[in-house]
């Protein structure tokens, strides 16, 4: 394996908002993807201010790259306002951190993640009977 | 202390300095072609090698005409399968192994199987990564030619009761094949007293060079036979045809002579270090859990999980150690290490193991650094996990209690 991009070994040595939000906080959304029994489990959390991602918070079992791009996509989704979160996409990450295409399906998970975390705080808004973090329920690419 | 601290040495060991010594005039001036009969040059390349058949020979209690030389042990192995199942169809097509042998005997045994040759049984080892001796026995049928178990695991450690497999398969008539790559020079190997029919052996495992490895091959009480698997010259007495390469085979004979004189204290240094380490982490850590045999494993094998840590990002935060894991993030298939798997470590736990392997050269210095190293980075990323601390128990406890167990001294 190469060296890793200054990028991805910044973000591993610093990660930016790690750490956790209350899931069950009404303003707070939570997204999981992955599988521990594939070495791989993201948890992203967003908190949403007047339109904007005001608070992002994670924590990551998983290898370097992931933990660097979902420390990576927390710094970006701050202060966006809600479009600009669901834009934001896997690609960019992987640009940002120079990303080898073995190491692709990390920054796929955690577009997946950012997108569970939005439709866990939509859903939250649509009503309270249909609260409870967003579970990774269905089957997620491995992160290799 | 060089950085970074090498701690792989089951991948590869440095060279001996002794070694590189006995070799380099084999480069230059002693450049002959040992199959040369004709002249001074290549009588001198012979007796070199002659020496080193001796001196490979002595490590392992055979006899020099029993050795084989190869480029390593991956031939070895592929010659001693292959060249047995085809020179034994009369005997049989069986042939019984383990499912944590090293890739060059499994897929070996593989393509027997694609290609008709062979039919295989894969025995599961125990969890602590020893085989049960009375599955082997219950394995080999009457059409078994061989039994393939390896001396020392490359990625837990675990030696295999080689004298025990050896009495079980000579009672039972069936060839009883080891690769101890990990093992030569490590830990005592006696043809003879371990009734080993053939062994698959490499001097870079032992602080030779790469490039030279060699088959056992018994000649008597059985004279084990078998069918070439490269032709051209008929060198090596016809089973490994190919001009020698004598400078790392001089220096394979050089290792062997060295771990003969130095095994015991190596062995005693190097465990204690490797204890050391053990000790080291799991004073300072909690869920920890130590793969394979406590007790029954290569002095400077340590292979541990750390609950909650992916084993590639704890690489990524420990590079100041060069290691190696079971964690499959960055391999073809998706399944982390298929030893640790076959022992029945959960695949979570498979994806947090990491490998250490002391060695010849490694200090206390940089053992004590290792401990460091590594508690720190699994501190700081246990700390981002969210598997950390493990659900349903806040307190983890103490490593001991979670651990298979401890190192022997």
């Known amino acids: ?144 | 202390m060089r950085r970074p601290v090498y701690l792989d040495h089951h991948a590869t060991t440095p060279m001996d300095p002794r070694v590189l010594e006995a070799m380099l005039p084999y480069f230059t001036e002693k450049f002959g072609n040992a199959a040369s009969r004709s002249h001074a040059y290549g009588w001198a390349a012979e007796r070199a090698v002659e020496r080193a058949r001796e001196q490979v020979a002595a490590l392992l209690g055979a006899a020099p005409q029993e050795l084989v030389f190869t480029s390593g042990a991956t031939e070895a192995d592929n010659l001693a399968l292959k060249g047995a199942l085809e020179l034994y169809t009369q005997r049989g097509d069986h042939v019984v192994t383990v499912a944590t042998e090293h890739k060059a005997v499994l897929d070996t045994c593989a393509w027997l199987e694609r290609s008709g040759r062979a039919r295989v049984t894969y025995l599961r080892p125990r969890p602590d990564g020893l085989l049960d001796l009375d599955a082997v026995a219950a394995a080999i049928e009457p059409r078994t030619v061989l039994v393939a178990v390896m001396a020392a695991n490359n990625e837990v450690g675990v030696l295999q009761p080689l004298a025990e497999l050896g009495a079980l398969c000579h009672e039972r008539g069936v060839l009883f094949f080891t690769d101890a790559a990990q093992a030569l020079g490590k830990v005592p190997l006696d043809v003879e007293a371990q009734r080993i029919d053939l062994l698959a052996c490499t001097a870079h495992k032992l602080y030779g060079p790469k490039g030279a490895g060699a088959l056992f091959v018994r000649r008597r009480d059985p004279r084990v036979r078998l069918a070439p698997q490269q032709h051209g010259g008929g060198h090596e007495r016809g089973m490994r045809s190919g001009t020698l390469d004598v400078p790392a085979i001089v220096g394979f004979g050089a290792a062997c002579a060295l771990a003969q004189e130095e095994m015991a204290a190596e062995a005693a240094r190097v465990g204690a270090l490797r204890d050391r380490l053990w000790e080291g982490l799991r004073s300072r850590l909690d869920g920890l859990v130590l793969n394979g045999h406590p007790e029954r494993r290569l002095p400077g094998n340590l292979n541990v999980s750390f609950v909650g840590v992916e084993g590639e990002a704890l690489m990524m935060g420990m590079r100041d150690l060069a290691v190696s894991s079971g964690s499959a993030c960055t391999s073809a298939t998706l399944e982390p290490s298929y030893v640790l798997r076959a022992l029945g470590v959960h695949e979570e736990l498979a994806h947090t193991s990491i490998r250490f392997g002391l060695g010849r050269f490694t200090t206390t210095e940089e053992v004590d650094f290792a401990v460091e190293t590594t508690v720190r980075a699994v501190e700081r990323l246990r700390a981002l996990s969210p598997l950390w601390p493990p659900a349903g128990a806040p307190s983890p406890g103490p490593a001991g209690a979670v651990a298979a167990g401890e190192p022997g001294p």
């Open chain 1, 1 to 144: 394996m190469s060296a890793w991009s200054p990028a991805v070994l910044e973000h591993f040595e610093r990660p930016r908002n790690a750490g956790a939000l209350d899931p069950a906080d009404p303003d707070v959304g939570t997204g999981e993807v992955g599988e521990r029994a594939h070495g791989d489990l993201i948890r992203l959390q967003v908190r949403v201010r007047d339109g904007r991602i005001a608070e992002a918070r994670f924590k990551a079992f998983g290898c370097g790259v992931a933990i660097a791009a979902t420390s990576l996509a927390t710094e970006r989704l701050l202060g966006l306002d809600l479009a600009a979160a669901r834009a934001l996409r896997d690609v960019e990450l992987a640009a940002a951190l120079a990303l080898p295409p073995v190491k692709i399906h990390c920054s796929v998970l955690v577009e997946a993640a950012i997108r569970r975390a939005l439709e866990d705080w939509e859903r939250k808004q649509a009503g309270p009977a249909a609260g409870g973090p967003v579970n990774a329920d269905e089957e997620e690419a491995p992160c290799r």
